[in-house]
């Protein structure tokens, strides 16, 4: 079964560069059909999706994020990275990684809190 993991700094500063990376197992991030998505949670909000990068290696974002998001991956590690320029504390949020498919967004990692703060 694919299990997901993402790491990265709890605290950051406003205006830094914040990256998250998620380290997948069970499964590689190369096998077609799958997209490596990072979705997020911010406190009393819903959940917004920030992007995904596929299986081919092309990554596509949320319009709203995309001057400030960029999604990689290695595949030698069998990791995909999230970074997010210019952080404010609006940006603090529990940042997941999830494996999707064209129908589902079945396999989640446990989630890393990201808290912007000076």
């Known amino acids: 079964q694919v299990q997901l993991q993402e790491s990265g700094p709890g605290l950051v500063k406003p205006s830094q560069t914040v990256s998250l990376t998620c380290t997948v197992s069970?499964?590689?991030?190369?096998?077609?059909?799958?997209?490596w998505t990072w979705i997020r949670q911010s406190p009393g909000k819903g959940l917004e999706y920030m992007g995904a990068?596929?299986?081919?290696?092309?990554?596509e974002y949320n319009p709203s994020l995309q001057s400030r998001t960029s999604i990689s991956r290695d595949t030698s590690k069998n990791q995909f990275t999230l970074q997010l320029a210019s952080v404010t504390p609006e940006d603090t949020a529990v940042y997941y990684c999830?494996?999707?498919?064209?129908?589902?967004?079945?396999?989640w990692g446990q989630g890393t809190q990201v808290t912007v703060s000076s």
């Open positions: 999830v494996r999707a498919t064209a129908s589902d967004y079945k396999y």
């Open positions: 069970g499964g590689s991030i190369t096998a077609k059909g799958y997209y």
């Open positions: 990068v596929g299986y081919s290696g092309r990554a």
